[in-house]
């Protein structure tokens, strides 16, 4: 059986999949600090949905939520690729599309035209014979597109003769605080991981006003930090019980509240995630089962009859500091009493946001998700 081996760093253009692949890793991965890009898995994904067939592509069709018109989806990546090109002025966000192919196999014709049209994929062919030196190349292009916050993404051994192809699908994201923290405020204090439990953390504090408020049917405190002359900002959502995160991540998919504009004293911890997980199985889980299989049809994709998924990872970063936030993910797919928001209330005093125990964040604009993860612990 061939494989083929798809790299991913990205976020959901539907907003559909995001939702269901995220509440999917959360609820595995509840007890660890989490960063994430639903939007890469997404992307490449839909970039193999391209090159399937059958069962294979019905499957992918409704995990992903895809139109059964091929041209619309690739009008869609398209349109969403050529929008952001250029987008940020001072902040740094680059999405971009590589597929390494095995010299002694070819992409089919059709397939290559439209990754690299709408998908911006460019197809470099690439020798095994020095896997090492192959492994090299791959990985660079991941350290490059990431600014050497992921450094790797394959190991020599994984190139091996049944290795077809490798789909790398990337993003990265810098940006400034609009209200920058002082470090001179940055102090020790206590996270609560649990009522009984607490560790000590780098407190980061200011006053500034923001867009933020208590939204009763998350029975959470919400607030929105801007990044400096970027359409993007930090949405942090902060359960009122220390131990309500887990329920609040269900509730909170395609939150769009509108918040108004409060004085706000701000408690925000300074944290860095990197998170590696295998999808295969979420993956599944959500229906993509045949992808996966000895009966995959790929046929589409790759001069070969017997190619098939064996393997989805994805690789995040995000640094969170006084200045801002720096991001990135990769995704490898190897085949092979506050204000109250909507109460009417008026507020006497300033928004308290001390975000000292469990809450969720996602980076995003108006229309899509880049990042979503969640801090639940100190020093992991």
């Not at 190991?155 to 810098?174: P, Q, R, T």
């Not at 990197?274 to 295969?280: D, G, I």
């Given at each position: 059986m061939k494989y083929l081996c798809l790299i991913l760093l990205a976020t959901s253009v539907t907003g559909r999949f995001n939702d269901d692949f995220y509440q999917q890793l959360a609820k595995d991965n509840?007890?660890?600090?989490?960063?994430?890009?639903?939007?890469?898995?997404?992307?490449?994904?839909?970039?193999?949905?391209?090159?399937?067939?059958?069962?294979?592509?019905?499957e992918m069709r409704n995990v992903l939520k895809l139109s059964a018109d091929k041209n619309e989806v690739a009008r869609k990546y398209k349109e969403f690729l050529t929008n952001l090109e250029g987008r940020e002025k001072v902040a740094l966000l680059d999405l971009a599309n590589r597929i390494y192919v095995n010299d002694k196999h070819t992409l089919v014709p059709e397939f290559n035209q439209v990754v690299r049209e709408s998908f911006k994929a460019e197809a470099e062919a690439i020798s095994l014979k020095d896997t090492t030196?192959?492994?090299?190349?791959?990985?660079?292009?991941?350290?490059?597109?990431?600014?050497?916050?992921?450094?790797?993404?394959?190991?020599?051994?994984?190139?091996?003769?049944?290795?077809?192809?490798?789909?790398?699908?990337?993003?990265?994201?810098?940006?400034?605080?609009?209200?920058?923290?002082?470090?001179?405020?940055?102090?020790?204090?206590?996270?609560?991981?649990?009522?009984?439990?607490?560790?000590p953390i780098q407190m980061m504090s200011q006053y500034v006003t923001l867009k933020a408020g208590y939204i009763p049917h998350l029975d959470a405190r919400v607030i929105e930090l801007p990044y400096s002359n970027s359409s993007l900002y930090m949405v942090i959502f902060l359960p009122e019980k220390v131990d309500g995160l887990p329920e609040l991540e269900k509730k909170i998919a395609g939150f769009s509240g509108n918040l108004p504009r409060v004085q706000v004293y701000l408690h925000l911890p300074k944290f860095k995630i990197?998170?590696?997980?295998?999808?295969?199985k979420i993956l599944s889980?959500?229906?993509?089962?045949?992808?996966?299989?000895?009966?995959?049809?790929?046929?589409?994709?790759?001069?070969?009859?017997?190619?098939?998924?064996?393997?989805?990872?994805?690789k995040a970063f995000i640094e969170v500091n006084e200045e801002g936030a720096e991001a990135a993910a990769l995704s490898d797919l190897d085949m092979m009493v506050p204000i109250c928001v909507g109460?009417?209330?008026?507020?006497?005093?300033?928004?308290?946001?001390?975000?000292?125990?469990?809450?969720?964040?996602?980076?995003?604009?108006?229309?899509?998700?880049?990042?979503?993860?969640?801090?639940?612990?100190?020093?992991?």
């Open positions: 509840a007890n660890k600090n989490l960063i994430s890009s639903p939007l890469s898995a997404e992307i490449v994904m839909s970039m193999v949905y391209m090159g399937a067939g059958g069962k294979t592509a019905q030196k192959a492994a090299s190349i791959i990985n660079k292009w991941v350290k490059d597109q990431t600014r050497d916050r992921i450094k790797s993404i394959v190991k020599k051994e994984d190139l091996s003769n049944a290795f077809i192809m490798v789909l790398l699908n990337a993003i990265y994201f810098k940006g400034q605080w609009q209200y920058k923290f002082d470090p001179v405020r940055t102090r020790k204090a206590d996270f609560r991981i649990t009522d009984q439990k607490r560790e990197e998170f590696t997980a295998e999808l295969n889980t959500m229906g993509l089962k045949d992808a996966f299989s000895d009966n995959a049809d790929f046929r589409g994709l790759v001069k070969s009859s017997s190619a098939k998924i064996s393997k989805v990872i994805q109460c009417g209330g008026r507020h006497t005093a300033p928004f308290l946001f001390y975000a000292d125990h469990p809450f969720a964040y996602v980076i995003r604009d108006k229309n899509t998700v880049y990042f979503q993860g969640h801090f639940v612990k100190p020093g992991q």
